[in-house]
């Protein structure tokens, strides 16, 4: 009986620190995000060649198997909790799943989405999954997960799939953008959110993007648009 008790205040003392500590980071996170064009003072990180290669071609098979399959338009812009990302769509096509239809309104997480500006790190940083930002009015061939339950009983979120597994997060949108590469140096693939914050996806040589893009490319002719 002692060691449980003595046990359970190791964890409530863990917690209590934890919830501290992120309250006390909360002011940072908001007083940032509030500023126009935040993310331009960010770093993103470029997803290597290999790395791109090997996770694009597991993705080809896998993504068929996602709970929930859309095509959605981009609501709203990127919203920051604590440094956790989210962002609104509105549901246009469902092509795989139940639970949603057209006209829904979700928001869409990712492990690989959040704000890493705390000041134990030493380059501040935007992580997206390699997937910049979804562009307000823009539609997206999106691959979901389960529904995540929330503590404030919001039940409109979804996480996407391969969350935790993959490193490029499965979102694709049916326009064509162009993407630029920006040179990397030394052992970061980090770059300057600014020189890159137009593009579809951040890759570090031709050969990644590529790889990206084909997977795109044969994702989108799976999944083509189509009125309802």
Known sequence: ???????M???????????????????????????????????????????AKEDCKNRKDSLSQANLILRVRAE????????????KVHV??????????????IYLISSRWLLNISPVY????????????????????VFCGEQVDT??????????????????????????IDNTIVATSGESTYVPYSEVKNNEFFA???????AIEELKREMLNEYPKSDQ
């Open 151 to 176: 503590l404030t009983g919001e039940t409109n979120i979804y996480r996407l799939s391969g969350d935790g597994e993959s490193l490029v997060v499965p979102v694709f949108c049916y326009d064509d």
């Open 204 to 210: 570090c040589t031709e050969g990644a993007l590529k």
């Open 9 to 51: 205040l190791i964890f409530g003392t863990l917690l209590l620190a934890l919830a501290l500590f992120g309250l006390s980071r909360r002011g940072s996170y908001t007083n940032i995000t509030k500023q126009p064009d935040y993310l331009d003072g960010l770093m993103v990180g470029e997803i290597p060649e290999n790395f």
């Open 76 to 87: 709203e812009p990127l919203e920051t909790m604590f440094g956790v990302c989210r962002q």
């Open 92 to 105: 246009e096509q469902v092509f795989q799943g139940d639970g949603l239809k057209t006209d829904d309104e």
């Open 122 to 141: 030493a380059e501040k940083s935007v992580e997206r999954g390699f997937v910049n930002v979804l562009r307000v009015g823009y539609e997206y061939l």
């Open 1 to 7: 009986m002692i060691k449980i008790r003595y046990s």
